[in-house]
């Protein structure tokens, strides 16, 4: 391993005896039904489990740990617009250091009530993180608050190595770790603790293809920055300084994963793994989901960093994710309007199975006889060979059915 990285493995040892009895010592689950979607044998580190639910809070502690007595007087001040927010305001009530957070103007209602409600003082400042950080780097000066880096800073990183020292412990059988790469802070921490306990072991780092910042400086590529992502934990433009070289050096290989993985790995949490994993959290799963040949028969340790997901947002994904799998499918019937349709059609879909979930008339469609009708239905059904046998019947009835989006009412025109 490399010399003169900003922290030792030393210094994340020491932070484990720091942080112990603040933070929980999440559980290492096996994934069984994870393993049988991805053909790997899966473990998941539930840091979604934490008292504000994801990972930052061992690096927030190990951070406020460190402070002299005047340093905690004066205070700490922090920028993020979620997890580290919520991490640091936390524990700095618990520890009865006054905190201010300074977060974007346009961040959800729901983190900024989530965050004064922890005790903090909060700031709304600016478009972009980077304006929050630059407001929160003056306010620190002018109030001599000592600032606590969301990835940046060696405690931090120390803190968040303890992951892996938990989990390599328990599980040394361990071949590979999925870590989530942001500013690198998590990955940072937890590499020099993993390649000191187990020197073979692979390390992937994964990044929001929209966001694909430590890939850009790693590989000297320019690809684009910037969109909005599910992952917006991982949504970093600028690298840790701190974090690069230990990056650089111990990581095997980084993975950008599209919004549509992001979504499936959610989801996959949700109903396979029955936990909640906010898009960030579930960026591993994507990886491997994207690439299922690369991790095939490997004992793979999975870092669900967070699961500070909106409800209606997973409502969404979950729905969504019917869809793709044509579990939830909408057709629309033309017939004649005559007395009974409803009850004929209800019943073919009952007869084979289907649930009902929404049904609209329209009489006064141009394309339809006058004394015609559509009927626009949506149903749901068990998979896609199931969707396809109810539409051979609706066509053998007379149905003429036409395959729709099952929201908008629009016409599938890709014949579909």
């Not at 974007?104 to 004064?116: A, D, G, H, I, Q």
């Not at 109030?143 to 938990?166: C, I, K, N, W």
């Amino acid at each position: 391993m490399g010399s003169g990285f900003a922290i030792s493995f030393a210094d994340i040892e020491t932070a484990a005896q720091t942080i112990a009895g603040h933070v929980l010592r999440t559980p290492l689950m096996p994934a069984p039904r994870l393993s049988a979607l991805t053909g790997a044998e899966v473990f998941v580190k539930h840091e979604n489990m934490q008292a504000t639910a994801s990972f930052k809070e061992r690096g927030a502690v190990n951070k406020l740990r460190s402070l002299g007595d005047d340093e905690r007087r004066r205070g700490v001040i922090a920028m993020s617009a979620g997890n580290h927010a919520q991490a640091v305001a936390y524990h700095a009530r618990r520890f009865g250091i006054p905190a201010t957070i300074v977060m974007p103007e346009m961040t959800p209602l729901v983190k900024v009530e989530n965050t004064r409600a922890h005790g903090a003082e909060v700031v709304l400042f600016g478009e972009t993180l980077y304006e929050a950080a630059q407001h929160a780097r003056d306010i620190a000066a002018g109030r001599s608050l000592v600032f606590v880096h969301p990835y940046d800073d060696a405690a931090v990183m120390a803190g968040q190595g303890t992951v892996a020292l938990e989990m390599l412990r328990e599980a040394p059988e361990l071949d590979m770790l999925m870590i989530p790469l942001g500013g690198g802070g998590l990955m940072a921490g937890n590499a020099v603790a993993a390649k000191a306990l187990k020197p073979s072991i692979e390390l992937i780092g994964i990044e929001a293809a929209l966001y694909p910042s430590f890939h850009n400086a790693v590989h000297g590529t320019q690809m684009p920055i910037g969109g909005a992502t599910l992952a917006e934990g991982i949504a970093v433009k600028t690298v840790g300084t701190l974090t690069l070289p230990i990056v650089k050096e111990l990581v095997s290989g980084i993975v950008l994963v599209g919004e549509d993985l992001i979504e499936r790995a959610v989801n996959a949490y949700a109903t396979l793994q029955h936990t909640l994993a906010e898009g960030a959290g579930a960026a591993g799963l994507a990886a491997m989901l994207k690439e299922p040949d690369r991790y095939r028969g490997r004992r793979v340790g999975l870092l669900l960093c967070g699961g500070n997901i909106d409800a209606r947002l997973l409502a969404a994904i979950m729905v969504r994710e019917l869809e793709r799998e044509q579990r939830i499918a909408a057709f629309r019937l033309t017939a004649s309007d005559r007395p009974g349709l409803l009850g004929k059609v209800a019943s073919l879909f009952g007869t084979h199975g289907a649930n009902i979930l929404e049904v609209s008339h329209g009489r006064l469609f141009l394309d339809v006889p006058a004394k015609g009708v559509t009927l626009d239905v949506t149903i749901e059904t068990r998979d896609e060979a199931h969707t396809a046998a109810i539409e051979q019947a609706l066509r053998e009835e007379g149905f003429a059915p036409r395959r729709i989006h099952p929201r908008g009412q629009e016409p599938d025109r890709s014949g579909a």
